[in-house]
């Protein structure tokens, strides 16, 4: 752990510490918490913001990682550099909305750093009306009936992208509207990339034997 987390991960502490479990910081809204944060950078409220939200974090840091202390490192980075970053929510969506994406970017980045790559949509462009169900498209169920152990095999095979598209629709539940907003591209080019990580994952899968 570098000195910067743990001068961090002090903080933090303190900050709850000081706040104890009853603070009046707990009925703000997540907007109104960091409308406050960014004002004087206070890690006090910082702390509030932190236990709001790590269990989300960590639980999707998890989704990329290979182990639970990797997860745990990845979530520290992840509220490190959200501390820098919280002035660049501007509110144009829910801060939740606003944090699983900033959560999702930087452990896709994060997978990908050793291929000295930044993460990028390779979907195709299509119009919506060009968008349809074929035969050849991989249904739910297909996804749905594979075994656990060898479906996790399967997924860290795949590309970190195709991993964390199939994590977000069918683990987290998220709709096609909600995927076009966090990955910010169109819901045909999310259909399309789902239809496309979906194929890649039921070929690994059978790979598999």
Known sequence: MTFLKQLFLILINQAKERLGKNSAFDKLSDEELVSKIVAKNDTLLFGVLYDRYVPMVYNKCYGFARSQDEAEDLTQDVFLMLFIKLASFK???KFSTWLYSFTYNFCVNYVNRNKQRKMSDKSVPVEETEYRLTEEEVPDDAIFEMKANKLD???NEISAEDKSILLLKYQDGASIKEL??????GESA??????????????TYKSLG
């Open 91 to 93: 509110g144009k969506s």
């Open 153 to 155: 095999k399967a997924l």
């Open 180 to 185: 076009s907003e966090l990955l910010e591209i």
């Open 190 to 203: 999310v259909k399309m990339r789902l239809k496309r990580a979906k194929a890649k994952l039921v070929e």
